[in-house]
């Protein structure tokens, strides 16, 4: 997290501008890959979850007749499958 102390922080918007036609485009996307290491699986194991909780709610339901509340109780069940 940047603050006002951070060496190499952003000043601003157009600060991010000028430093992105600086460094072009690989300096914008520096640390893009550490940041996608752990969101991805994150977010995989998220719709893991999701998809469990749908399946499990209403399990001899088709996919296309599941209502707007199992599909909402699926999504809080879907944390659950983080940890």
Avoid at 57 to 66: A, F, G, L, V, W
């Amino acid at each position: 997290m940047q603050n006002r102390h951070t060496v190499g922080a952003y000043r601003g918007t157009w600060d991010a501008f000028v430093r992105t036609r600086l460094e072009g485009v690989r300096g914008f996307y520096r640390g893009f890959s550490v940041v996608a290491t752990f969101t991805v699986p994150a977010h995989a194991l998220y719709f893991f979850g999701y998809e469990a909780g749908k399946r499990y709610i209403m399990p001899n339901t088709p996919i296309d007749e599941k209502g707007v509340r199992t599909r909402a109780h699926a999504h809080m069940m879907a944390p659950r499958s983080l940890g």
